[in-house]
């Protein structure tokens, strides 16, 4: 079993920047990807961006290309969002996701372990 512990989030002014913290815990031996999704109400969560444990080029919405920043921690089995230049269109319960298979990873449905989500919230 993984567990995901996530911090972060709070409320900023457009333009501001927050950053978004997640670590897995628990069998995290097997870990492919992680990633960030958010969730605003009524919508599907949607893809933010993705990592993959064994390197590589991250991947992004392109909504939040040049603005936000996905990062990994391998030996602290932390991942990272950096979010810059914050637009009220960011605002949303963002949430982590874990998993442990290679998987399409911008894809919400095939993350096995979810976090409890942060929400964030930007004032225009």
């Known amino acids: 079993q993984v567990q995901l512990v996530e911090s972060g989030g709070g409320l900023v002014q457009a333009g501001g920047s927050l950053r978004l913290s997640c670590t897995a815990s628990g069998r995290t031996s097997s870990t492919y990807a992680m990633a960030w999704f958010r969730q605003t109400p009524g919508k599907e969560r949607s893809f933010v961006a993705a990592?993959?444990?064994?390197?590589?080029?991250?991947y992004y919405r392109e909504a939040v290309k040049g603005r936000f920043t996905i990062a990994r921690e391998n030996a602290k089995n932390t991942v990272y969002l950096q979010m810059n230049s914050l637009k009220p269109e960011d605002t949303a319960v963002y949430s982590c996701a874990w998993v442990g298979r290679p998987v399409l990873v911008t894809t919400n449905y095939e993350y096995d372990v979810w976090g409890q989500g942060v929400q964030v919230t930007v004032s225009s």
């Open positions: 990592v993959l444990w064994s390197g590589g080029s991250p």
